[in-house]
């Protein structure tokens, strides 16, 4: 052994000829002769002492035989005597040395190191030759550079050294490295592996992903080289598996580069689409990027298992039809020759125009069924690096037709866990109208809808949430009516023992289906519409295509199922959500019972039930006398506008507004308002009127409460609910129009309608015009308005003008300088303008 021969060799040795014994200088060749030492002349490289050897130290079979020179040595192995020279390889490292001479150490040290762990142990009990290694980084040899890269990469898959590695500066130099221009690829691909050993240390990663490392390993996803793709993919799933990277790594924008490798055959090897979709399936842990990376077409599918797709067989013998039940009508009736009974007449006129969202959702089932049928399914398919919890499934990704059709599949299946699982990705996929289509189109409507009749409480809210947010389609509405499934949710409503979570989701479902605003658009403005298919039971034939959109559940809707909903146990079943419930639902149910009011004119249905006190109950909602009680007591200020307040605000306005339209609609009934309280509403809404709700909300209270004071018998002339009405709705309304309309025309009708309340005299008007800060919006229509516009909001100041308080407004507004433009250009409006600066004592 050298320890035996020569003197301990460290990188500060001053290592001569003179150092080696006669029979160490016989075994190293690079020695020109025995008694002279050439530093400049060419190394054969030790070249056998770079026989690899695997891990277990034996020879690498794929390395040739070792040199006569090394195989003659007796009582060594050939491992041993390769170890043997590596402290002379360390030294020639060091700075003193030819620049030629450190080239050929750093190769065989590179080629060394690939023999396994205790190689790489050899070279690293040296002090300080990892800084050497690392030098040779900025070498301007592409060999010696390469070569360091490579043994960087060697050293760094080792656990023990990784922190070695980061704290010799590699990570500086890499990045220097791979900002360079011109770069080998050889180079690239190893010290990008280098990367991408040192991010297995959890705490090297978001240092690493706060450096430009993390923009150089996303250019280098479009390299023209296959291997420096795979290193940089890798880098970047090694980054991902930190959450406190996925910020920066989706604000760099490396979704869309990961997703291309997914979504295009074409784009690279295999090995980019597994290091593509590690990445990817770390981000979409966050629901946010979950959303990003489906917007990129690939949808999240949970991995079940292979022996979980046993259970499912093929349909055989059913029609010819599209997955969402759309038949296909037969134009051949002869047997198939060959047992291809789905192309026996499928003939389609060649100008015939398919929906491709069908023919996409077709391709994806065949595909999907077909690795079913072979066995082969979910094979190969990627699962995140972390394991996932119980509320984390094990994902996959596919693009995002096969992965709508394996979803639905796993509809079909027997396993409840599968199942459930499922109905959750389809929930969460649902994010844009294209997703939705595609769902509908992939037969996911029928799938979800057999599943409410599910006993396990588990899948039966799993299959709600998912209709929740396919119904968010006006088309899938109408699929879902068609197919029947108003009954199964009624049910749902109706019985009493089924979870709060499951019934808040079916009313959700059922409020979306039944919308009064939908109803009223599809009766007077849809024109293309015809009456059969208004009551979504119609039949379209086209003859050209031959197909048919006639199916077995389509019958249902022939019986107008929307009988359901006048079910005396569902309608009261919703009084009792309104008396009780949160806001949310409780608008959710008044627009159902609206919907009701439209279906049955006759109104027996909701008057028979106790439908006054369900009203009343949405309409007094605590947080009205809370804010009532902070207001008086001038407390709790900073709490009134804080997030959460404005959240609970929007709800019960909404809640309110909805309640408020559901009674003026029963008010149309006279044996509704012979048994109602007049006083009572009367009371509550002019104190909602006055209260913080969004304006929007105010629009049908307004209505609701001119509409109970002229059933009432007030004196019109005299009553104060117009006057609460005019200030509380009317005039912040307008004024809110003059602030925030994009068109101009639109706020000068604004202004001239709000002249006109203000010429009336209405009370407090102008003191409503102030504290609503309308004052600069009008005198910015007075610089930008034409003469109609002009009028009016001089008009108003003018008014304003009258009480001095409002002086000071007015002038800080910037109406002074307008003024005197118009008067000093003896526009029209020029005296009316100069009346307005003499009130202003301008």
Same mark, same amino acid.
């Given at each position: 052994?050298?320890?035996?021969?020569?003197?301990?060799?460290?990188?500060?040795?001053?290592?001569?000829?003179?150092?080696?014994?006669?029979?160490?200088?016989?075994?190293?060749?690079?020695?020109?002769?025995?008694?002279?030492?050439?530093?400049?002349?060419?190394?054969?490289?030790?070249?056998?002492?770079?026989?690899?050897?695997?891990?277990?130290?034996?020879?690498?079979?794929?390395?040739?035989?070792?040199?006569?020179?090394?195989?003659?040595?007796?009582?060594?192995?050939?491992?041993?005597?390769?170890?043997?020279?590596?402290?002379?390889?360390?030294?020639?490292?060091?700075?003193?040395?030819?620049?030629?001479?450190?080239?050929?150490?750093?190769?065989?040290?590179?080629?060394?190191?690939?023999?396994?762990?205790?190689?790489?142990?050899?070279?690293?009990?040296?002090?300080?030759?990892?800084?050497?290694?690392?030098?040779?980084?900025?070498?301007?040899?592409?060999?010696?550079?390469?070569?360091?890269?490579?043994?960087?990469?060697?050293?760094?898959?080792?656990?023990?050294?990784?922190?070695?590695?980061?704290?010799?500066?590699?990570?500086?130099?890499?990045?220097?490295?791979?900002?360079?221009?011109?770069?080998?690829?050889?180079? @690239?691909?190893?010290? %990008?592996?280098?990367?991408?050993?040192? &991010?297995? =240390? *959890?705490?090297?990663? $978001? !240092?690493? +992903? @706060?450096?430009?490392? %993390?923009?150089?390993?996303?250019?280098? &996803?479009? =390299? *023209?080289?296959?291997? $420096? !793709?795979? +290193?940089?993919?890798?880098? %970047?799933?090694?980054?991902?598996?930190?959450?406190?990277?996925?910020?920066?790594? $989706?604000?760099?924008?490396?979704?869309?580069? %990961?997703?291309?490798?997914?979504?295009?055959?074409?784009?690279?090897?295999?090995?980019?689409?597994?290091?593509?979709?590690?990445?990817?399936?770390?981000?979409?842990?966050?629901?946010?990027?979950?959303?990003?990376?489906?917007?990129?077409?690939?949808?999240?599918?949970?991995?079940?298992?292979?022996?979980?797709?046993?259970?499912?067989?093929?349909?055989?013998?059913?029609?010819?039809?599209?997955?969402?039940?759309?038949?296909?009508?037969?134009?051949?009736?002869?047997?198939?020759?060959?047992?291809?009974?789905?192309?026996?007449?499928?003939?389609?006129?060649?100008?015939?125009?398919?929906?491709?969202?069908?023919?996409?959702?077709?391709?994806?089932?065949?595909?999907?069924?077909?690795?079913?049928?072979?066995?082969?399914?979910?094979?190969?398919?990627?699962?995140?690096?972390?394991?996932?919890?119980?509320?984390?499934?094990?994902?996959?990704?596919?693009?995002?037709?096969?992965?709508?059709?394996?979803?639905?599949?796993?509809?079909?299946?027997?396993?409840?866990?599968?199942?459930?699982?499922?109905?959750?990705?389809?929930?969460?996929?649902?994010?844009?109208?294209?997703?939705?289509?595609?769902?509908?189109?992939?037969?996911?409507?029928?799938?979800?809808?057999?599943?409410?009749?599910?006993?396990?409480?588990?899948?039966?809210?799993?299959?709600?949430?998912?209709?929740?947010?396919?119904?968010?389609?006006?088309?899938?509405?109408?699929?879902?009516?068609?197919?029947?499934?108003?009954?199964?949710?009624?049910?749902?409503?109706?019985?009493?023992?089924?979870?709060?979570?499951?019934?808040?989701?079916?009313?959700?479902?059922?409020?979306?289906?039944?919308?009064?605003?939908?109803?009223?658009?599809?009766?007077?403005?849809?024109?293309?519409?015809?009456?059969?298919?208004?009551?979504?039971?119609?039949?379209?034939?086209?003859?050209?295509?031959?197909?048919?959109?006639?199916?077995?559940?389509?019958?249902?809707?022939?019986?107008?199922?929307?009988?359901?909903?006048?079910?005396?146990?569902?309608?009261?079943?919703?009084?009792?959500?309104?008396?009780?419930?949160?806001?949310?639902?409780?608008?959710?149910?008044?627009?159902?019972?609206?919907?009701?009011?439209?279906?049955?004119?006759?109104?027996?249905?909701?008057?028979?039930?106790?439908?006054?006190?369900?009203?009343?109950?949405?309409?007094?909602?605590?947080?009205?006398?809370?804010?009532?009680?902070?207001?008086?007591?001038?407390?709790?200020?900073?709490?009134?506008?804080?997030?959460?307040?404005?959240?609970?605000?929007?709800?019960?306005?909404?809640?309110?507004?909805?309640?408020?339209?559901?009674?003026?609609?029963?008010?149309?009934?006279?044996?509704?308002?012979?048994?109602?309280?007049?006083?009572?509403?009367?009371?509550?809404?002019?104190?909602?009127?006055?209260?913080?709700?969004?304006?929007?909300?105010?629009?049908?209270?307004?209505?609701?409460?001119?509409?109970?004071?002229?059933?009432?018998?007030?004196?019109?002339?005299?009553?104060?609910?117009?006057?609460?009405?005019?200030?509380?709705?009317?005039?912040?309304?307008?004024?809110?129009?003059?602030?925030?309309?994009?068109?101009?025309?639109?706020?000068?009708?604004?202004?001239?309608?709000?002249?006109?309340?203000?010429?009336?005299?209405?009370?407090?008007?102008?003191?409503?015009?102030?504290?609503?800060?309308?004052?600069?919006?009008?005198?910015?229509?007075?610089?930008?308005?034409?003469?109609?516009?002009?009028?009016?909001?001089?008009?108003?100041?003018?008014?304003?003008?009258?009480?001095?308080?409002?002086?000071?407004?007015?002038?800080?507004?910037?109406?002074?300088?307008?003024?005197?433009?118009?008067?000093?250009?003896?526009?029209?409006?020029?005296?009316?303008?100069?009346?307005?600066?003499?009130?202003?004592?301008?």
């Amino acid at each position: 052994m050298l320890a035996s021969t020569t003197p301990i060799l460290t990188p500060s040795s001053n290592l001569k000829p003179s150092h080696f014994t006669p029979s160490i200088t016989s075994r190293v060749t690079f020695l020109q002769s025995s008694s002279s030492f050439k530093p400049h002349s060419k190394l054969p490289l030790f070249v056998r002492f770079s026989r690899s050897t695997n891990s277990n130290g034996s020879p690498d079979p794929a390395v040739g035989p070792a040199s006569p020179g090394i195989d003659e040595v007796e009582g060594e192995s050939s491992s041993d005597f390769g170890d043997s020279y590596v402290a002379l390889f360390v030294r020639m490292l060091g700075l003193d040395n030819n620049p030629l001479d450190r080239e050929h150490a750093i190769v065989t040290l590179g080629q060394y190191s690939l023999g396994g762990k205790k190689c790489i142990d050899n070279i690293m009990q040296f002090p300080g030759c990892i800084n050497l290694v690392v030098n040779l980084l900025r070498s301007e040899s592409s060999s010696s550079s390469e070569a360091a890269a490579g043994l960087l990469r060697s050293i760094s898959s080792i656990d023990l050294y990784r922190d070695s590695v980061a704290d010799s500066g590699a990570i500086e130099e890499i990045n220097r490295l791979l900002a360079q221009s011109s770069l080998g690829s050889e180079v @690239k691909v190893r010290s %990008l592996n280098t990367l991408r050993n040192l &991010l297995v =240390d *959890e705490k090297l990663r $978001v !240092k690493l +992903a @706060k450096s430009d490392i %993390l923009l150089l390993a996303i250019k280098y &996803l479009d =390299d *023209e080289d296959v291997k $420096v !793709k795979e +290193a940089a993919g890798g880098v %970047l799933a090694n980054l991902a598996l930190s959450r406190e990277n996925h910020d920066i790594m $989706v604000e760099a924008g490396v979704i869309p580069k %990961l997703a291309k490798f997914l979504t295009s055959y074409s784009e690279g090897s295999q090995v980019i689409t597994k290091e593509a979709k590690k990445a990817l399936l770390e981000l979409v842990k966050d629901d946010y990027y979950r959303i990003l990376v489906i917007e990129e077409g690939l949808v999240p599918v949970p991995l079940i298992g292979a022996s979980a797709y046993k259970s499912y067989t093929p349909p055989l013998y059913e029609p010819l039809a599209f997955p969402d039940g759309t038949e296909i009508e037969k134009t051949y009736t002869k047997p198939s020759r060959y047992g291809a009974e789905f192309l026996v007449g499928l003939n389609v006129d060649k100008n015939a125009d398919i929906d491709e969202a069908k023919a996409n959702a077709m391709i994806g089932q065949a595909q999907q069924r077909f690795l079913v049928r072979i066995g082969v399914v979910e094979n190969g398919e990627t699962a995140s690096h972390s394991e996932y919890s119980d509320d984390q499934p094990r994902l996959t990704l596919l693009p995002w037709i096969g992965g709508v059709a394996r979803l639905v599949l796993i509809l079909e299946l027997e396993d409840k866990s599968a199942i459930l699982r499922a109905a959750k990705s389809i929930a969460s996929a649902c994010i844009n109208e294209h997703m939705r289509i595609a769902f509908k189109e992939a037969g996911a409507v029928k799938q979800l809808l057999r599943l409410l009749s599910c006993h396990d409480d588990a899948v039966q809210l799993a299959a709600t949430q998912a209709l929740e947010k396919l119904s968010a389609s006006n088309i899938v509405c109408r699929v879902i009516e068609s197919k029947g499934g108003l009954g199964p949710l009624v049910n749902i409503l109706k019985c009493s023992d089924i979870g709060g979570a499951i019934v808040e989701k079916s009313l959700n479902v059922l409020a979306q289906i039944l919308d009064p605003n939908k109803e009223m658009q599809l009766k007077f403005y849809d024109g293309s519409v015809n009456e059969s298919e208004k009551e979504f039971g119609g039949v379209r034939n086209d003859s050209s295509t031959g197909l048919s959109s006639t199916n077995s559940e389509q019958a249902v809707s022939k019986i107008n199922p929307r009988n359901d909903i006048l079910d005396s146990v569902f309608i009261a079943r919703l009084v009792e959500i309104l008396k009780s419930s949160s806001p949310s639902l409780q608008e959710k149910a008044a627009s159902v019972l609206e919907f009701v009011a439209l279906t049955d004119p006759t109104l027996t249905p909701i008057i028979s039930v106790d439908i006054e006190n369900g009203l009343s109950s949405t309409f007094q909602q605590n947080f009205l006398k809370i804010s009532a009680y902070a207001a008086d007591m001038e407390s709790d200020a900073e709490d009134q506008f804080s997030a959460a307040y404005a959240i609970k605000l929007e709800e019960a306005g909404l809640a309110i507004s909805a309640a408020s339209r559901l009674l003026t609609r029963l008010l149309d009934s006279r044996q509704f308002r012979d048994k109602i309280n007049f006083s009572s509403f009367i009371d509550t809404l002019r104190k909602i009127l006055k209260s913080n709700i969004p304006l929007r909300s105010k629009d049908w209270v307004a209505a609701c409460l001119v509409k109970l004071s002229s059933l009432s018998g007030y004196d019109t002339s005299s009553n104060p609910i117009n006057v609460e009405v005019t200030l509380y709705e009317t005039i912040p309304r307008l004024v809110e129009q003059i602030k925030t309309s994009s068109s101009l025309e639109a706020q000068e009708n604004a202004a001239v309608e709000l002249n006109r309340i203000v010429s009336k005299g209405v009370v407090d008007s102008t003191g409503a015009i102030i504290s609503l800060a309308a004052v600069n919006p009008l005198v910015k229509l007075i610089e930008e308005g034409s003469e109609r516009g002009i009028e009016a909001s001089l008009t108003i100041l003018y008014n304003l003008s009258m009480d001095s308080e409002n002086h000071s407004a007015i002038i800080a507004a910037g109406a002074v300088p307008a003024l005197r433009r118009i008067v000093l250009s003896e526009k029209p409006q020029w005296q009316r303008a100069l009346h307005l600066l003499r009130s202003l004592q301008i």
